[in-house]
């Protein structure tokens, strides 16, 4: 993980964890966005800890098998 934390995004995201409200992370290419998420995951295991979640980096390519929402995870 990137060692630079976003501390002003992740407190301006902190307090709609945990709400029934769609989060969207938009920005250019390049920008973090990922990294980003992967600090948001890691604040939600920290106040949750029995939190599924299912991160799929479609880059890597254990994963080029999900091509829709149907396909399943094995």
Same mark, same amino acid.
């Given at each position: 993980? *990137?060692? !630079?934390?976003?501390? #002003?995004?992740?407190?301006?995201? @902190?307090?709609?964890?945990?709400? =029934? ?12 966005? *990922?990294? !980003?998420?992967?600090? #948001?995951?890691?604040?939600?295991? @920290?106040?949750?800890?029995?939190? =599924? ?22």
């Amino acid at each position: 993980m *990137s060692c !630079f934390t976003r501390k #002003i995004y992740t407190k301006k995201i @902190e307090p709609y964890i945990n709400k =029934n409200l769609i989060k969207v992370i938009v920005g250019q290419r390049r920008t973090g966005k *990922s990294y !980003f998420l992967l600090q #948001i995951i890691d604040l939600i295991k @920290e106040k949750f800890k029995d939190a =599924n979640i299912v991160y799929i980096n479609k880059e890597d390519l254990e994963f080029e098998h999900i091509q829709n929402y149907s396909c399943k995870l094995v």
